[in-house]
């Protein structure tokens, strides 16, 4: 009963703000699944004059046919690009870095949408699925990405602020996979934590934000089944739309 009250609280009780501001002269990349809330952030940094928008996504097809979408609602042609990212593949996020980022003349926002909310168990690059996505592939590619960032932070201006544990999240014969996506929510906050004590001391030009969009209509509970689907819209989730706004806000903040 009270999960249903700060449910209802968190979705009736706090309003998204208005988005405000513009990426003019900013790139922006947005990696994961290319709809939902991904698509529709893609679709607001487009709107607010980012100069460049890429799609990193798995598929090229479905960035390419987002792309069409988003030129047709938003009437500007030769923003966005749509490039390859494999998640949670760690040489994906290698290849990622290495031969296509590198290649930017700046690097305004990292936005990570890629994620995973699963009640199977699998196994991808030796460990549980949700942590390989969420978690690992997550933070490796920000670690990457994270020194192009502060560069074009002080070039262009900008504010700022072990693998034995996995052990027990990889045994299948141990998983909970029903709070699987809670554990990996509190251990991006951890990390999270580490990388500002560890790498971010006080006046530095990034600011790392974790985005908390509430609870959407998106395609991230379709292994769910029909019961969490039917609450979705008893409980009148947000909007994929509204949901973006939330993910722009969080780029904003810096």
């Known amino acids: 009963m009270l999960f249903v009250v700060n449910l209802l609280k968190s979705q009736y009780g706090v309003s998204v703000p208005i988005?405000?501001?513009?990426?003019?002269?900013?790139?922006?990349?947005?990696?994961?699944?290319?709809?939902?809330?991904?698509?529709?952030?893609?679709?607001?940094?487009?709107?607010?004059?980012?100069?460049?928008?890429?799609?990193?996504?798995?598929?090229?097809?479905?960035?390419?046919?987002?792309?069409?979408?988003?030129?047709?609602?938003?009437?500007?042609?030769?923003?966005?690009?749509?490039?390859?990212?494999?998640?949670?593949?760690?040489?994906?996020?290698?290849?990622?870095?290495?031969?296509?980022?590198?290649?930017l003349p700046r690097l305004d926002v990292l936005l990570e949408n890629a994620g995973i909310s699963t009640r199977r168990f699998e196994l991808s690059e030796d460990n549980e699925s949700t942590m390989s996505t969420n978690i690992l592939s997550t933070f490796f590619l920000a670690f990457l990405l994270l020194p192009r960032l502060k560069e074009t932070a002080r070039k262009y201006g900008g504010k700022g602020l072990s693998g034995r544990y996995f052990d027990a999240l990889n045994d299948e014969r141990k998983a909970n996979m029903s709070t699987r996506d809670a554990v990996s929510k509190l251990l991006e906050i951890l990390i999270l934590r580490q990388i500002v004590s560890m790498h971010c001391p006080p006046g530095y030009p990034v600011v790392l934000n974790l985005v908390a969009p509430g609870f959407c209509r998106s395609g991230l509970a379709k292994e769910m089944g029909v019961l969490v689907h039917a609450m979705y819209y008893a409980l009148d989730a947000r909007t994929a739309e509204l949901g973006g706004h939330c993910l722009i806000l969080a780029a904003q903040a810096g």
């Open 19 to 103: 988005l405000k501001g513009s990426f003019e002269s900013q790139i922006v990349i947005v990696t994961g699944r290319i709809s939902g809330l991904g698509f529709e952030a893609a679709r607001h940094a487009v709107r607010l004059d980012a100069a460049k928008v890429i799609l990193a996504c798995r598929t090229i097809s479905k960035g390419v046919e987002a792309r069409r979408l988003i030129v047709e609602s938003t009437n500007k042609t030769g923003v966005i690009e749509v490039w390859n990212l494999d998640f949670p593949s760690y040489a994906s996020v290698r290849e990622f870095d290495f031969n296509k980022a590198s290649t």
